[in-house]
């Protein structure tokens, strides 16, 4: 079970962090991604990282968000900087067994999703 944190509204250059917190001892084994889907448009990948931490982004958001995981704690956060107005969306973490998919059809597992909503 995959629980997103509660996103939030940010003024565009600000920061936001969210975190995905996954219950169950084998969480360090799964890859964990998040997606993203704006009003009217389909769901897209923006990050993942994979069991052994190994990461990928999608070119939109490549030098403003890291993500990053703590197997102690069983959580993935997504820290988000540089925040635009097009980041605007329902936010997304998902989690599977294989590798850094950017599909989502590769992700079994999914959290609820969190909104963030970034003003101009």
């Known amino acids: 079970q995959l629980q997103a944190s509660e996103g939030g509204l940010v003024q565009a250059g600000g920061s936001l962090r969210l975190s995905c917190a996954a219950s169950?001892?084998?969480?360090?084994?799964?890859?964990v991604g998040w997606f993203r889907q704006a009003p009217e448009k389909e769901r897209e990948f923006v990050s993942a990282?994979?069991?052994?931490?190994?990461?990928y982004y999608a070119d939109s958001v490549k030098g403003r968000f890291t993500i990053s995981r703590d197997n102690a704690k069983n959580t993935v956060y997504l820290q988000m900087n540089s925040l635009k107005p097009e980041d605007t969306a329902v936010y997304y973490c998902?989690?599977?067994?294989?590798?850094?998919?950017?599909?989502?059809?590769?992700?079994?597992?999914w959290g609820q999703g969190t909104q963030v909503t970034v003003s101009s």
């Open positions: 998902a989690a599977d067994l294989s590798g850094l998919g950017s599909r989502d059809y590769e992700y079994r597992y």
């Open positions: 169950g001892r084998t969480f360090r084994s799964y890859a």
């Open positions: 990282i994979s069991w052994n931490s190994g990461t």
